[in-house]
């Protein structure tokens, strides 16, 4: 008898999120206006298996970083799905109290997610006590000290502040942090973006080896497709709040199917110097207030024809573009690393 497949960590089903970005109720009134509403997210769902990455890439404005705080429970969804293994999300009350120590964040900015007034030590060490993970201060501290070290720092370091430290060293304290409560999902928001790129690699490298070791399961959010590729297993990519193409990491670099994964990858600098053929990315993200019919990415796709512009494409075999789907795409165009 065969066993049962493993429960995945993450399982997000048609989740939807939108703002109210009306004009003050006399406003519109003396003015003749009405309630406006911006789709920020529209109908994402992804499933990441514990122990993987899974990554969001997009340009700014896709809805990645709106994902990511709906996900760990700082922004309650408008509508879909969140379970968090077998956990579902429920509503404003959010995850039980057990399940919020499994799930911790990685934010973008290094400079600004810790605080200046803290000591290190006290830093890590507050969802350490938070939870109660700790019975004495002397056990608090020997565990500060050991994520020091995890991290590549100093169990000395603790007594220091975060303005002595670089970009670099600050993000290791953030990932040493999120791993104070024994996290097992980590979601990491653009975590490399705000530094050097001599430094991005290192983070990089600190963040597989603990998952390597950890055993931790990742939703990485960039909107850089080298570091993507060096971390996640399986790629989505996002235009405008929607999913238009998912695919493991090596399928989507080798062979990219949507117009706008093209694109994207266009984009990246071709270091192989192959001479294929490059369109890179052209046009604007259009304004999501309101959005154009169809296929929201019709104004800026060579493809594109009546079809879709009146008519959203559905999610078939990993894809949403109605130009895939008819076979009017030339093939897959492999992207050197």
Not at 93 to 105: H, K, N, S, T, V
Not at 162 to 174: D, T, Y
Not at 185 to 206: G, K, M, R, W, Y
Not at 309 to 314: L, V
Request: proline share 8%; hydrophobic share 40%; net charge positive.
């Amino acid at each position: 008898m065969s066993a049962a497949p493993e429960r995945p960590m993450l399982e997000v089903a048609d989740l939807r999120k939108s703002f109210d970005v009306s004009k003050p109720f006399l406003e519109r009134m003396l003015g003749g206006g009405h309630r406006q509403y911006l789709k920020a997210v529209d109908g994402v769902s992804f499933t990441i298996r514990k122990g993987e990455t899974f990554a969001l890439v997009g340009e700014s404005g896709s809805g990645k970083s709106t994902v990511a705080r709906m996900v760990v429970g700082l922004m309650p969804p408008s509508a879909g799905r969140i379970v968090i293994d077998g956990n579902v999300l429920s509503g404003r009350q959010g995850y039980p109290r057990a399940l919020r120590r499994r799930l911790q964040m990685i934010f973008q900015d290094p400079y600004a997610s810790l605080d200046p007034r803290w000591r290190v030590a006290d830093i890590i060490a507050e969802p350490i006590r938070a939870f109660g993970l700790a019975p004495d201060r002397a056990t608090e501290q020997a565990r500060v000290g050991e994520l020091l070290s995890l991290v590549g720092l100093h169990p000395a370091d603790g007594v220091k502040f975060p303005h002595e430290f670089s970009g670099g060293q600050r993000q290791r304290i953030a990932i040493a942090r999120a791993l104070a409560a024994d996290a097992e999902f980590i979601v990491c928001d653009e975590p490399t973006s705000a530094l050097d790129v001599s430094v991005q690699a290192q983070i990089l490298n600190l963040m597989k080896d603990l998952q390597q070791r950890l055993g931790l399961t990742y939703l990485f959010i960039s909107h850089n497709l080298a570091v993507v590729r060096h971390m996640a297993a399986t790629i989505g990519v996002m235009y405008l709040g929607r999913i238009v193409e998912v695919a493991p990491a090596e399928e989507l670099f080798s062979r990219p199917r949507h117009p706008y994964t093209r694109m994207l990858l266009d984009a990246v600098p071709d270091l192989g110097m192959t001479g294929r053929t490059r369109r890179p990315v052209q046009g604007e993200v259009p304004n999501p207030i309101d959005p154009p019919s169809g296929c929201t990415f019709h104004p800026r796709c060579p493809l594109a024809n009546d079809r879709c512009r009146a008519e959203a494409p559905a999610t078939i075999d990993g894809v949403a573009c109605h130009a895939v789907q008819e076979g009017r795409t030339e093939p897959g165009r492999a992207v050197s690393a």
